[in-house]
């Protein structure tokens, strides 16, 4: 089955929009590697400045390819993307804005969670009711 990571980052209130614009910005970065099954950017609700970037890999493998070739991207443009899951750290901070100068990092913080899936559920589209 598939893994998941989870990159934990803390993005203060001021910065959530930045955050947000950024990661809009590097739509289609992720999507096309081998092994990519899903990507989430979660928004906390309330009680926490918390957010969760979750992708979904085919295997550990799959995604410790993408990650090597993020760092050699990111090396190959002065460093100017960090590496993570969806391009977390690039979203976190500031990566994909134009050449030069760095933008200061939107996450004051970040921490990368990994699971297995050993169990899921999707809805049912054949009609029948499920058992």
Partial sequence: MSIVKINVLTVPEEQRETLEKRFAARAGAVENSDGFEWFELLRPVEGTDTY??????????????????????????????????????????????????????????????SFEVVQQAAPRTDGAPAE
Avoid: I
């Avoid at 493998?61 to 690039?90: I, N």
């Fill in 52 to 113: 969760l970037v979750y992708t979904r890999w085919r295997s550990e493998e799959d995604f410790q390819t993408w990650m090597s070739g993020r760092a050699q991207e990111a090396h190959g443009r002065g460093g100017a993307e960090g590496a993570g899951p969806g391009g977390a750290q690039g979203g976190a901070h500031g990566g994909g804005e134009g050449g030069g100068e760095r933008p200061k990092p939107a996450a004051t913080g970040a921490t990368l969670w």
